[in-house]
Nanobody, 124 residues
Framework: QGQLVESGGGSVQAGGSLRLSCAAS????????MAWFRQAPGNEREGVAF???????SVTDSVQGRFTISRDNAKKTLYLQMNSLKPEDTAVYYC??????????????????WGRGTQVTVSS
């Protein structure tokens, strides 16, 4: 079974930036939808950004214009650039990989490989 390892989380003030990375091992990501989810205390895990195998990307409305997802298939790494961070962005951020050749579905049930998460804390 492959693994995903996130890095780049931390504590920043509102308006700051962070760049998350997710390194895959044991399999290729080029043929999988890759995604970032987040979960704040007391909340359900929600999809933040999605990167499809055809190069298309999407982000949830609450981070539109602030977050950008990208991938480097050769390095087997997924990224999430987060700018203009807000306190409500505080959460544990998880990287996830979908099933081979599956469409990018914006629900946790579509993802079979998960990282352990990285904490992002934004103070006001």
């Amino acid at each position: 079974q492959g693994q995903l390892v996130e890095s780049g989380g931390g504590s920043v003030q509102a308006g700051g930036s962070l760049r998350l990375s997710c390194a895959a091992s044991g399999y290729t990501i080029s043929r999988r939808c890759m995604a970032w989810f987040r979960q704040a205390p007391g909340n359900e895990r929600e999809g933040v950004a999605f990167s499809d195998t055809n190069g298309s990307t999407s982000v949830t409305d609450s981070v539109q214009g602030r977050f950008t997802i990208s991938r480097d298939n050769a390095k087997k790494t997924l990224y999430l650039q987060m700018n203009s961070l807000k306190p409500e962005d505080t959460a544990v951020y998880y990287c996830a990989a979908g099933r081979l050749y599956d469409d990018c579905i914006h629900h946790t049930s579509a993802y079979t490989i998960w990282g352990r998460g990285t904490q992002v804390t934004v103070s006001s």
